[in-house]
């Protein structure tokens, strides 16, 4: 099992809600996430322990986020088909993905992983400049993963991830 695959399993990501997180409006507010979190870390400054609830109301936010709202109607949607590539990616150890897919979306990994590190390392200091290049840095290699993942859902032939299902075929969408 990915990596991956153990984050989506730790927040209950199931097909429902795998079905809901590819509407676009999920995925575009999901984006404020990262920012809810540093302003929610940072405002421990300003009202000290009444950070923490905000930073919990954040985090509740992030699990919420992928199942408030309806599966999207179309697959057109530049977020709709990222989301949908990430559920591939996700399976990449079932379902094989072309081998030019296999590099860059585990470097843009990495690139947001460190620049989470700079910007947690920012937040513990309270210094705004690695946390807001921290910030920066992950959300546009997260920016550039979903990019990447719409690229490997049209190299996949549009395919959603999801897994096999048995009974009658489902109306095309």
Known sequence: MTLERHIAHAFAMDDAAW?????PWSGWTRLATLPMLALAAWSRDWIGWWALPAF?????WTWANPRLF????RHDAWMTQGVLGERLWLARDHVPVPPWHRLVPN?????GALGLVVMVWGLAVLALWPTLLGMAVACLA????IDRMVWLHRDMGGRTGEPPRSGPPLPPR
């Open 142 to 145: 997260k920016l550039w993963f």
């Open 56 to 60: 919990l109301l954040a985090l509740a």
């Open 107 to 111: 470097l843009l990994s990495l690139a």
């Open 19 to 23: 079905a809901r997180h590819a509407n």
């Open 70 to 73: 309806p599966p999207p109607r």
